[in-house]
């Protein structure tokens, strides 16, 4: 009997829902896939946003040296040895996975309570509630099989084997939003529509292509793709570029001891580069004043580097180019994505009308405008229509609610009251 359906995008970058805990002044519709651990990284101190916006204390003595994990889902997916080494955590992987669903089952767990309180509800979790769980396309079974025991482990089902847990695709569960929202939008929600999603993430980026058969059914059209791609990608180039004035040894002392003070100076180059980029003002710079975001990182550079990061006042100065450089390897292997999409699209003779970015990435101008001064003029596809949907990070958690929803019908035989009296948490 399925009363409560939970779309749950357990995304590298982020998870929605309307607010979360300790998220600050940061509250929005997302969450980082993000755990920060005690020394002994055995108890998860916290999660989501609140683990990465606490600012470091100048005062180097009273910095903890607290675990901050993530990017932790990538090593579930087909990742080369080399992407291994780079993103290489500190504890197993399914330990991270585990810890992770535990945390937000908790606030699902209370979010559901709250509302069934309210509305005089009586749920049982384990009994009255479905997860629906959305994985990259990639995803072999074995993938989902060790999600699925996680999510037990996690407490969020209590048999291997329940049906309260599904899982769907990133980009089906986009295209299935897409297709009740943003192609009525735009008046192509009609039979024949043909269009394309590229789920932009903080891991991969996954591209599926779909024909509206009828209202309520999609078929697809190419062989879904995806890579590893995502603006997680940009944040290493930021990182790695930091390693070309500070030298290897102190940026690896910073991960390996002070992971929570380098992942608060990603999130600052976020904040005001990654999230401000547009590739439209050729003087765009910013500068990161080192002592602020980093204070421990001083003491650990050599006196060659000191010397010149003195004179340079502590300041990394980004301009333009340098910015636009760790863009770019990212973006065109999205864009080498979507031309072969197009171009197995052309092969079968099937015109595509539409193409619609979502996930946190599709949020940057900058790819935004590289795709559609690309795409926009398309010798075949003329006249696609590029678009990003209104709140594209919550699309795919969407999508897997709607998806629960239909699931739902079909297992409990549902007429239209009863759908209406179901809840939904995404």
């Known amino acids: 009997d399925i009363r409560v359906i939970v779309g749950l995008a357990e995304d590298i970058m982020y998870t929605t829902n309307v607010t979360w805990p300790n998220a600050g002044d940061n509250i929005s519709y997302k969450t980082n896939t993000v755990l920060r651990y005690d020394d002994s990284l055995r108890n998860v101190e916290s ?3 609140s683990a990465l916006s606490k600012p470091p204390d100048r005062r180097v003595a009273v910095n903890k040296r607290e675990k901050v994990l993530e990017l932790f889902k990538l090593h579930l997916g087909n990742l080369s040895d080399e992407l291994k080494e780079k993103y290489k ?4 992987y399914k330990v991270a996975i585990t810890d992770y669903l535990r945390e937000i089952g908790k606030h699902i767990k209370d979010t559901i309570k709250d509302v069934s309180d309210e509305a005089r509800w009586e749920i049982d979790f384990m009994e009255n509630v479905l997860l629906v769980l959305t994985v990259p396309a990639e995803y072999t079974q074995k993938e989902k099989a060790t ?4 999510a037990l482990d996690a407490g969020l089902i209590d048999d291997l084997d329940s049906k309260k847990l599904e899982f769907t695709t990133e980009p089906e569960a986009a295209a299935i939003y897409c297709k ?3 192609l009525k939008e735009h008046d192509l929600a009609t039979s024949g529509t043909i269009f394309m999603i590229v789920d932009c993430g903080g891991g991969t980026v996954d591209l599926t292509t779909r024909k509206l058969l009828n209202e309520n059914q999609l078929g697809e059209i190419t062989e879904r793709a995806g890579d590893y791609c995502g603006s997680s990608f940009i944040d290493g180039a930021f990182l790695d570029h930091l390693r070309t004035i500070l030298d290897n040894h102190p940026m690896d002392f910073l991960k390996e001891n ?13 904040q005001n580069v990654k999230f401000e980029f547009t590739g439209e003002d050729l003087n765009f710079s910013y500068e990161m004043d080192l002592n602020e975001v980093s204070p421990v990182i001083s003491q650990y550079v050599s006196d060659e580097v000191r010397k010149r990061m003195e004179e340079a006042e502590w300041l990394i100065k980004l301009d333009y180019e340098t910015i636009k ?4 390897p990212v973006v065109e292997r999205i864009l080498r994505m979507i031309r072969v999409q197009l171009e197995n699209c052309k092969e079968k003779g099937s015109k595509c009308s539409a193409m619609l970015l979502v996930g946190g990435f599709s949020q940057s101008e900058y790819l935004q405008k590289r795709i559609r001064d690309e795409f926009s003029d398309h ?3 003329r ?3 590029i678009s990003v949907p209104i709140n594209p990070v919550a699309a795919v958690s969407r999508g897997a609610a709607i998806y629960g929803a239909s699931f739902a019908n079909s297992v409990n035989d549902m007429d239209d009251d009863e759908m209406d009296g179901l809840m939904f948490v995404i």
């Open 147 to 150: 999600m699925r025991k996680c």
């Open 325 to 328: 450089s760790m863009f770019d």
């Open 383 to 385: 006249g696609i229509n």
């Open 47 to 49: 999660w989501g946003q």
């Open 89 to 92: 955590l500190t504890i197993n």
């Open 258 to 270: 002070y992971y929570g003070q380098m992942q608060y100076m990603v999130q600052n180059f976020c």
């Open 379 to 381: 010798e075949y596809h």
């Open 180 to 182: 009740d929202n943003v």
